[in-house]
C-alpha cells in the first residue's frame, strides 16, 4: 500500500502580519489582568492613550501609555506626571496584555513604530508590576531593567 505523505505548511502566526495598532476609546477595564482598577477616564485623560492591536475587526491585546517627563515608580505618580503628548519626553507603558498568543510582542513592536513617527520620543518606558512574568516579557522582547521601586519596576524599550 501507497500512501502518500502529506506536506502542512500551516504558520500559526500568519494572522500576526494582518493586525494593525488602533487607538481606541475605551475598554473593558476586567480584562485587563494587570490593573482592573483603573478607570477608562483615567487611561483616556489628559497625557494618556489606550491602543489596541485588531485583527479581524477583533482587539487581540492592549496597551495603555501615558506621556511624561520623568520615570514614575507608582500609578499615583503616574498620575501626576502625565502630560500632552507633544510635552512629554516618554512614553510609559503601565499596562499591556494579549488575549491570543503573539498579540502582546507584535502590539509592542507596532508601539514602537508608532512612538518612532512621533518623532520626539527615543524610548518607550514601563510601570510594570513586580512579578517573574513581566520580567521575563520585557527582557524577551529586548528591554533593559532600569530601576526596581518598592512595588514597580522600569524596563526601557530603546525606539
Request: one cysteine or more; aromatic letters at 10%.
Amino acid at each position: 500500500m501507497n500512501l502518500q505523505k502529506y506536506k502542512y505548511n500551516f504558520n500559526f502566526f500568519n494572522w500576526i502580519k494582518k493586525t494593525e495598532l488602533v487607538e481606541l476609546s475605551e475598554i473593558n477595564t476586567q480584562d485587563d489582568p494587570i490593573r482592573p482598577e483603573i478607570s477608562n477616564k483615567f487611561r483616556t485623560s489628559q497625557g494618556r492613550k489606550i491602543f489596541g492591536l485588531k485583527y479581524n475587526g477583533d482587539i487581540e491585546g492592549v496597551v495603555c501609555i501615558a506621556f511624561t517627563s520623568d520615570i514614575p515608580a507608582t500609578v499615583k505618580e503616574l498620575e501626576l506626571m502625565s502630560v500632552n503628548e507633544k510635552e512629554g519626553k516618554i512614553a510609559i507603558a503601565y499596562t499591556l496584555w494579549s488575549l491570543k498568543k503573539g498579540a502582546g510582542k507584535k502590539i509592542m513592536k507596532e508601539l514602537l513604530k508608532y512612538m518612532k513617527e512621533k518623532n520626539h520620543l527615543d524610548s518607550i518606558m514601563t510601570l510594570s508590576p513586580l512579578t517573574p512574568m513581566a520580567t521575563h516579557y520585557h527582557i524577551r522582547n529586548g528591554a533593559k531593567l532600569i530601576k526596581i521601586n518598592p512595588t514597580t519596576q522600569n524596563f526601557e524599550y530603546k525606539i
